[in-house]
């Protein structure tokens, strides 16, 4: 396959070219299998997705153009799912299972469309929100942050000549194969991308896809990105996120089924899907009460992806937490990935090589590390924090709790309800880059 020249492109970027969501498979492949279990179980459930900015020093509305950020919008309402794309979910093995996709809900998305969304700004940050039945406002979570970052991206190189974008781009190639060196010299690491979200760009995304399929072999072991995996014969990897505890919790009618949502998640999950699926994500309302409450079959199932405390750390407690479960250890999986850069993942392999099966998912740090890149000084090319969340779930307000308080979102009433109930153990404050 012939090498993009993204510094040429990037240049000569029009719009017909290059417009920043390409396919509706351009997303997560989480977001797929939670969009056949919402569909299939909780069609009447509406749900609002709200974009929130961590990094509140960055003046989003300032930096982005309005018109442009409504122009991508609007393309991607346009798009739909290609016959070729719908022969591959229909036909691809997935995590070992054939036909992991059911022809109704195939033949459901054939028509999908991106329902309408709300935008307006607020003190230089924009207020862009998706409220509409849960299954159709899920799938703008990935595209609208993709847009968001690459349309920041594009402005900052908006004054870049074509010899600094050769410099720009050279000098991440070059620092991003120096990442890839170091974990090629780790025995059995496994690594796939996760950095659909907060990308500098697709075509950026795309290069540091096909590099780590080449630079260390076997050890990339896929992508979340279902267009890229299809592209370049990959594995579509992804199970389940935050948003479906999150709007459990806020249908619950009682203490007791708010309590519980976690584990009436996993039910439904279970029902739907298996085997290498049956990964839990402990850390909605923190991963301390999760594990204090967790019913014993969840000890059955094939492994954790601790997403907000430190790798360490939190990957000790789940470890514990199997032993007290007369579970080996060596038999599950852990998935780390939140926030993760060479250094972490070094430190965390090491620390847990021999006592767990282990896999990193490298979102931000892979996708869009440019800082010290740019041939002027200039630090609009350094991620931010950006994520977009259910905020409301038939009306009621939804809550994240999170390991990490800085990752909290919701109500600031609800956030403390919750906390009565939940408790705040094991929930340490750290400063979130990205």
Known sequence: M??????????????????????????????????????????????????????????????????????????ARTLRFTKKEMIWLGGNTFYGRKQIFEPEFLAWLEDFRLPDYELAK??????LSFPGPWMYTTLWEIPALAIINELRSRAAMRSFGQFALDVLYARAKAKMWAKTERLKALPGIRISDFGTRRRHSFLWQRWCVEALKEGIGEAFTGTSNVLLAMDNDLEALGTNAHELPMVFAALANSVEELRQAPYKVLQDWQRYYGGNLLIVLPDTFGTSAFLRDAPDWIADWTGFRPDSAPPIEGGEKILAWWREKGKDPKQKLLIFSDGLEVETIEETYKHFRGKVRMSFGWGT??????????????????????????????????????????????????????????????????????
């Open 365 to 434: 740090n892979l996708t869009n590390d440019f800082e010290g890149c740019a041939p002027t000084e200039t630090n609009s090319l350094d991620a931010i924090s950006l994520v977009c969340k259910v905020s409301e779930a038939n009306g009621r307000p939804a809550v994240k709790l999170s390991d990490n308080p800085a990752k909290s979102t919701g109500d600031e009433k609800e956030i403390k309800r919750y906390l009565r109930i939940f408790g705040e153990k094991g929930r340490v404050e750290q400063l979130v880059k990205v």
């Open 122 to 127: 607020r003190d230089g940050q924009y207020e």
């Open 2 to 75: 012939a090498r993009t020249d993204i510094a040429r492109r990037v240049y000569n970027h029009t719009w017909k070219l290059d417009p920043i969501l390409r396919s509706l498979l351009d997303t997560d492949f989480y977001k797929l299998l939670m969009l056949q279990m919402i569909w299939g179980m909780y069609p009447n459930v509406d749900a609002t997705f709200t974009l929130i900015s961590r990094t509140t020093s960055v003046r989003l509305a300032d930096e982005i153009d309005e018109g442009e950020l409504r122009e991508q919008l609007d393309h």
